[in-house]
């Protein structure tokens, strides 16, 4: 973070989101990642195989998750997981014989992709709307907002995820006035419910002083998020981070790139520069 902040411009997704995230997750699954920027390109080629497309599934996504799940299991078998991280303890279950090999595997894999995609993109979504809103970004500079306050906010307003994954109606219902059919699939848009304006009187308007709970970003019942109180933590560091070690810096928006989905709503680059300086010609 502080060889960052001391470079003529950095890259906030890049040199301070995916580190920490990174680093957060370390501790959780107990597992050293010594590479995180290629575990987190191969998280960003993972989503591929989960996003909405036409046609098969992207190979690149296939080889990034074969590259994570050899990566598993050479950690597993150099002995690199510590005791008390989650990794230790899914291990714990194969030993006893109630879990598989494999699906210890899997979930590290997962919890690799989504333990840090969408927390990144969210910061990165963050950056962006308060480029847009100068107000809103002068709390956070002043200290006026906590940043457990402003990640919830955050949260509902900057999604990562904007739709879920398909439901499949067991019988035929009525639901906000419309028939659903039984068979019929149903694809909830969670960036559009964090903005309904019966449920958040801001709806649209980014507000930091709100107190809004971002619990639609996380989902509900039984498909709501596991790693959601991670999340919300995480994100909280990030801004934290971003606003105690980089004051004076700001997003140049005119450079920002998007990552190509329409599932997961995120930057791919973040450039900051230092107030005052004029964007590269």
Not at 28 to 33: K, N
Request: aromatic share 6%; charged share 20%; hydrophobic share 50%.
């Amino acid at each position: 973070m502080q060889s960052a902040v001391q470079k003529p411009e950095f890259d906030a997704v890049a040199d301070i989101g995916l580190p920490l995230a990174f680093a957060g997750l370390e501790q959780i699954l107990g597992i050293g990642i010594d590479d995180p920027w290629r575990t987190g390109h191969d998280a960003k080629l993972m989503a591929d195989a989960l996003d909405m497309r036409v046609g098969g599934i992207n190979e690149d996504a296939n080889q990034a998750c074969r590259r994570l799940e050899a990566w598993v299991l050479h950690a597993i078998e150099r002995g690199a997981m510590h005791p008390n991280g989650i990794s230790a303890q899914m291990l714990a279950e194969v030993d006893a014989g109630r879990w598989r090999k494999d699906d210890a595997v899997a979930n590290i894999v997962f919890l690799l992709f989504a333990g840090q995609a969408t927390v990144v993109d969210t910061f990165g979504n963050a950056l962006v709307a308060l480029a847009n809103s100068p107000r809103q970004l002068s709390l956070l500079e002043n200290g006026n907002v906590g940043w457990s306050a402003a990640a919830e906010e955050l949260l509902r307003f900057c999604a990562p995820v904007q739709y879920a994954g398909a439901r499949i109606a067991a019988d035929d219902l009525s639901f906000g006035g419309a028939i659903i059919k039984a068979g019929q699939a149903v694809v909830p848009v969670l960036g559009s419910a964090n903005r309904d304006v019966s449920v958040f009187p801001t709806g649209d308007r980014l507000d930091l002083e709100a107190g809004s709970s971002s619990a639609f970003a996380f989902g509900t019942g039984l498909h709501a998020c596991l790693g959601q109180h991670v999340a919300r933590v995480e994100l909280a560091v990030l801004l934290e981070a971003l606003f105690t070690w980089a004051k004076g810096w700001r997003l140049d928006t005119s450079r920002v790139s998007r990552r190509p989905s329409v599932l997961f709503h995120g930057l791919q680059t973040a450039p900051m520069i230092r107030r005052g300086d004029r964007p590269p010609a």
